[in-house]
């Protein structure tokens, strides 16, 4: 037979012996599309001699679209969506208009990004996948949730919010990922990943409890499936057997800044090599179908007998082949090509007119950066970008004269692991976030990505440190709540000598909430075996990276921030000194009043206490470098020598302030006159925006600190005015 894409009416000959269809898609032709058609070849289908199971064996290969778009730099002509407002206003569109949409819809993405920065690629390999789900489906009725939420910027524009694209991810404007309190067709809020079947689940049999007929997407792509909750929610879908469309975005990228150095990352695990070879079953789907409708006519008492009939249908038609996502009960239907309209509305046509098809799982396959030439090409994709020239997709990056936190870790930890071989580093499908490429660079037998999974990367880490190794677990500060039970059980209280490097910590800016690091202090500073510790600059941090090292007899960890560093003078080969544990410094010397400062938070301190100084108030600054265990001899000497203790850091109220407060009070050294403050982050939420106003919204610039100060010692208002408060 000859190998052919796959379409709705026909096949077009390719090349070789194969084809590709979907249980779905109609074959009542064999017409060859017309030569004026915008033609895709991302899907290829090998052959599999198999004509009496009907199955397909199926490779994937990249394509190109045939049709040129143009990015001239200047605001693209938008005919067809100047006339979306929402999606209802798509509901007459034919598929040469919808076709039209989807380009000018690509062309509107890579303009309005191109303006402000934000996830390119993401956005431009689901242009189609949108278009098609909201020409098909009834938002905000149907629920569509996009799984992390990068891809989700061609959904805010046909759903309301194109006249704010310009403001995505900066202060008061949209944010960069679905949320559900800024428009109704958000229908869950995301930014960490694999969460979208679980909360499509419930949505689905809530939906049933509540008698309601509306439809239920979740879109998730091949990355996030590496997530355990992924499967767990699969499994439960299967059980439960409620109406739920899940699509699965198969890009063979994991959506995160996870480029190597030497080029982009695919998503690490089995689930990645078995999405080029899974199989579609049309006699499977009919026979299950079946035997699902006689199982409702002969009532409750037949469960048994069905289970007995389902496995039975799998052993005849299914075999070893069948596809693994029909093995947790969900119908498979794919793999499709996710850049082809015509196939993308067909079947989800076809599934929307099912009154029962319980859990539905349908594969597209796409390409991230898709009909942007330059995304194309770039070893990231243009995944996360800053503002940058259209035409060549030169991004236009400001030169700093200092290197992120993140690189100084990275630098720091090769320069650790070259000294000794039983470092080894592990990271979440992170190695461009964590800078951990760097070090994947240098030892790749000694970096392992474990996927979209920190609770696997804690414990693999606990395994890897009770043979000897000694491990450094780099994951956001965010990120590694999900792991956090792992963290306690596995970890401390077993005792074993993991490094946890928490990258994100505090306030991170544009990418808002979801990825604020502002609990890791409370949650880590809580457990009894752990060493905690925060530097206040770029070469602190080095020292803690070797502190961590040394360490060899209990967990440990250690915060830092987005952005760059301070400009200090660096250790020899970035090579870190280990720190006394538990020792805090003094940085500078006042007589009335005291700043700790726990973390980066320190600069603010120091600038704070330089506005103070104007005014003719001494103020001693302190880094106190570790929560746990606190220096308790530094804590002693600031309160019994200052009228004014002010505690500061980056972080969420039960941390660092926290610590010390129990600390001051069994001591009884609240029992006088010291006058004591925590400044800590609000117990609220802050909105993305630019880091440097959310440290305003926060109350902890060095504006605040100073007049946090002057309130407590009855400062006048032209003391105010002198620091500009």
Same mark, same amino acid.
């Given at each position: 037979?000859?190998?052919?894409?796959?379409?709705?009416?026909?096949?077009?000959?390719?090349?070789?012996?194969?084809?590709?269809?979907?249980?779905?898609?109609?074959?009542?032709?064999?017409?060859?599309?017309?030569?004026?058609?915008?033609?895709?070849?991302?899907?290829?289908?090998?052959?599999?001699?198999?004509?009496?199971?009907?199955?397909?064996?199926?490779?994937?290969?990249?394509?190109?679209?045939?049709?040129?778009?143009?990015?001239?730099?200047?605001?693209?002509?938008?005919?067809?969506?100047?006339?979306?407002?929402?999606?209802?206003?798509?509901?007459?569109?034919?598929?040469?208009?919808?076709?039209?949409?989807?380009?000018?819809?690509?062309?509107?993405?890579?303009?309005?990004?191109?303006?402000? !920065?934000?996830?390119?690629?993401?956005?431009?390999?689901?242009?189609?996948?949108?278009?098609?789900?909201?020409?098909?489906?009834?938002?905000?009725?149907?629920?569509?949730?996009?799984?992390?939420?990068?891809?989700?910027?061609?959904?805010?524009?046909?759903?309301?919010?194109?006249?704010?694209?310009?403001?995505?991810?900066?202060?008061?404007?949209?944010?960069?990922?679905?949320?559900?309190?800024?428009?109704?067709?958000?229908?869950?809020?995301?930014?960490?990943?694999?969460?979208?079947?679980?909360?499509?689940?419930?949505?689905?049999?809530?939906?049933?409890?509540? !008698?309601?007929?509306?439809?239920?997407?979740?879109?998730?792509?091949? !990355?996030?499936?590496?997530?355990?909750?992924?499967?767990?929610?699969?499994?439960?879908?299967?059980?439960?057997?409620?109406?739920?469309?899940?699509?699965?975005?198969?890009?063979?990228?994991?959506?995160?800044?996870?480029?190597?150095?030497?080029?982009?990352?695919?998503?690490?695990?089995?689930? /990645?090599?078995?999405?080029?070879?899974?199989?579609?079953?049309?006699?499977?789907?009919?026979?299950?179908?079946?035997?699902?409708?006689?199982?409702?006519?002969? !009532?409750?008492?037949?469960?048994?007998?069905?289970?007995?009939?389902?496995?039975?249908?799998?052993?005849?038609?299914?075999?070893?082949?069948?596809?693994?996502?029909?093995?947790?009960?969900?119908?498979?239907?794919?793999?499709?090509?996710?850049?082809?309209?015509?196939?993308?509305?067909?079947?989800?046509?076809?599934?929307?007119?099912?009154?029962?098809?319980?859990?539905?799982?349908?594969?597209?396959?796409?390409?991230?950066?898709?009909?942007?030439?330059?995304?194309?090409?770039?070893?990231?994709?243009?995944?996360?970008?800053?503002?940058?020239?259209?035409?060549?997709?030169?991004?236009?990056?400001?030169?700093?004269?200092?290197?992120?936190?993140?690189?100084?870790?990275?630098?720091?930890?090769?320069?650790?692991?070259?000294?000794?071989?039983?470092?080894?580093?592990?990271?979440?499908?992170?190695?461009?976030?964590?800078?951990?490429?760097?070090?994947?660079?240098?030892?790749?037998?000694?970096?392992?990505?474990?996927?979209?999974?920190?609770?696997?990367?804690?414990?693999?880490?606990?395994?890897?440190?009770?043979?000897?190794?000694?491990?450094?677990?780099?994951?956001?500060?965010?990120?590694?709540?999900?792991?956090?039970?792992?963290?306690?059980?596995?970890?401390?209280?077993?005792?074993?000598?993991?490094?946890?490097?928490?990258?994100?910590?505090?306030?991170?800016?544009?990418?808002?909430?979801?990825?604020?690091?502002?609990?890791?202090?409370?949650?880590?500073?809580?457990?009894?075996?752990?060493?905690?510790?925060?530097?206040?600059?770029?070469?602190?941090?080095?020292?803690?990276?070797?502190?961590?090292?040394?360490?060899?007899?209990?967990?440990?960890?250690?915060?830092?921030?987005?952005?760059?560093?301070?400009?200090?003078?660096?250790?020899?080969?970035?090579?870190?000194?280990?720190?006394?544990?538990?020792?805090?410094?003094?940085?500078?010397?006042?007589?009335?009043?005291?700043?700790?400062?726990?973390?980066?938070?320190?600069?603010?301190?120091?600038?704070?206490?330089?506005?103070?100084?104007?005014?003719?108030?001494?103020?001693?600054?302190?880094?106190?470098?570790?929560?746990?265990?606190?220096?308790?001899?530094?804590?002693?000497?600031?309160?019994?020598?200052?009228?004014?203790?002010?505690?500061?850091?980056?972080?969420?109220?039960?941390?660092?302030?926290?610590?010390?407060?129990?600390?001051?009070?069994?001591?009884?050294?609240?029992?006088?006159?010291?006058?004591?403050?925590?400044?800590?982050?609000?117990?609220?939420?802050?909105?993305?925006?630019?880091?440097?106003?959310?440290?305003?919204?926060?109350?902890? /610039?060095?504006?605040?600190?100073?007049?946090?100060?002057?309130?407590?010692?009855?400062?006048?208002?032209?003391?105010?005015?002198?620091?500009?408060?």
């Amino acid at each position: 037979m000859a190998l052919c894409g796959a379409l709705r009416g026909g096949f077009v000959p390719v090349a070789q012996n194969g084809y590709i269809s979907s249980s779905l898609l109609s074959s009542s032709a064999n017409t060859i599309m017309p030569s004026n058609k915008r033609k895709f070849t991302g899907i290829v289908a090998v052959a599999k001699d198999n004509a009496s199971n009907e199955q397909e064996d199926l490779a994937i290969v990249n394509g190109t679209a045939s049709v040129s778009l143009k990015y001239s730099g200047e605001k693209p002509k938008t005919p067809i969506l100047d006339t979306i407002n929402y999606p209802i206003h798509m509901k007459n569109l034919c598929l040469e208009e919808l076709v039209h949409l989807a380009d000018e819809l690509r062309e509107e993405i890579v303009y309005t990004v191109s303006k402000t !920065g934000g996830h390119l690629s993401s956005s431009l390999g689901v242009v189609e996948l949108t278009v098609s789900l909201h020409h098909v489906f009834n938002t905000p009725d149907d629920k569509i949730i996009w799984d992390v939420g990068h891809q989700a910027y061609p959904h805010k524009i046909l759903t309301g919010r194109r006249s704010r694209m310009r403001t995505i991810r900066q202060t008061c404007g949209l944010a960069g990922f679905p949320k559900r309190d800024e428009s109704v067709h958000d229908a869950f809020g995301a930014g960490h990943s694999s969460t979208s079947i679980s909360a499509g689940l419930g949505m689905a049999v809530g939906r049933d409890l509540l !008698g309601k007929n509306n439809h239920v997407v979740a879109v998730i792509g091949d !990355g996030a499936m590496t997530a355990g909750q992924a499967y767990e929610a699969m499994n439960n879908a299967g059980y439960l057997d409620s109406n739920l469309i899940i699509v699965l975005n198969d890009n063979r990228q994991v959506s995160l800044p996870t480029a190597t150095l030497d080029g982009p990352a695919p998503p690490v695990g089995a689930l /990645s090599r078995s999405l080029t070879r899974l199989q579609t079953s049309r006699k499977f789907r009919e026979l299950r179908e079946a035997a699902k409708g006689v199982t409702k006519h002969l !009532g409750d008492k037949t469960h048994e007998l069905a289970t007995k009939m389902d496995t039975a249908i799998k052993g005849m038609v299914g075999g070893q082949g069948a596809s693994m996502f029909e093995e947790l009960g969900l119908y498979y239907v794919g793999p499709i090509d996710g850049h082809n309209l015509e196939d993308l509305v067909h079947v989800f046509d076809k599934i929307k007119a099912m009154p029962a098809p319980g859990p539905v799982l349908v594969h597209i396959v796409t390409e991230k950066g898709k009909g942007y030439p330059p995304a194309e090409v770039a070893a990231d994709k243009m995944h996360g970008v800053v503002k940058f020239d259209t035409q060549t997709g030169k991004q236009v990056k400001t030169k700093t004269k200092t290197l992120s936190y993140t690189q100084y870790f990275a630098d720091s930890l090769v320069a650790e692991a070259k000294e000794d071989e039983k470092i080894v580093a592990i990271h979440a499908a992170m190695g461009g976030g964590t800078g951990l490429n760097t070090f994947q660079k240098v030892f790749p037998a000694r970096c392992f990505d474990v996927g979209i999974a920190e609770q696997h990367a804690v414990t693999f880490a606990a395994g890897l440190a009770t043979e000897g190794l000694k491990p450094f677990c780099a994951i956001y500060s965010s990120f590694l709540q999900r792991g956090y039970d792992q963290v306690v059980h596995d970890v401390d209280l077993q005792k074993i000598p993991v490094r946890f490097a928490m990258d994100r910590a505090g306030l991170v800016g544009a990418d808002g909430p979801t990825h604020c690091g502002a609990f890791d202090t409370a949650f880590m500073a809580c457990l009894p075996n752990m060493v905690v510790m925060a530097p206040s600059d770029e070469a602190e941090l080095m020292h803690m990276v070797a502190t961590a090292a040394a360490i060899d007899d209990r967990p440990s960890c250690f915060r830092y921030p987005r952005g760059n560093g301070i400009g200090t003078l660096l250790p020899p080969n970035s090579k870190g000194t280990p720190l006394e544990v538990g020792r805090g410094r003094v940085i500078k010397e006042g007589s009335r009043v005291a700043l700790l400062g726990y973390g980066t938070i320190v600069q603010s301190c120091l600038a704070a206490s330089e506005l103070l100084q104007t005014i003719g108030i001494s103020v001693t600054v302190a880094d106190a470098r570790f929560c746990k265990p606190l220096d308790g001899n530094l804590i002693k000497k600031l309160a019994n020598e200052h009228d004014v203790l002010i505690t500061v850091e980056e972080a969420s109220i039960g941390g660092f302030s926290s610590h010390v407060s129990h600390f001051l009070a069994l001591n009884g050294l609240l029992d006088g006159n010291l006058k004591w403050r925590a400044m800590t982050l609000p117990d609220r939420y802050i909105d993305h925006g630019a880091q440097s106003d959310q440290i305003e919204e926060a109350g902890l /610039s060095p504006k605040h600190i100073a007049a946090t100060v002057l309130s407590l010692i009855g400062g006048s208002k032209e003391m105010l005015h002198a620091v500009n408060v």
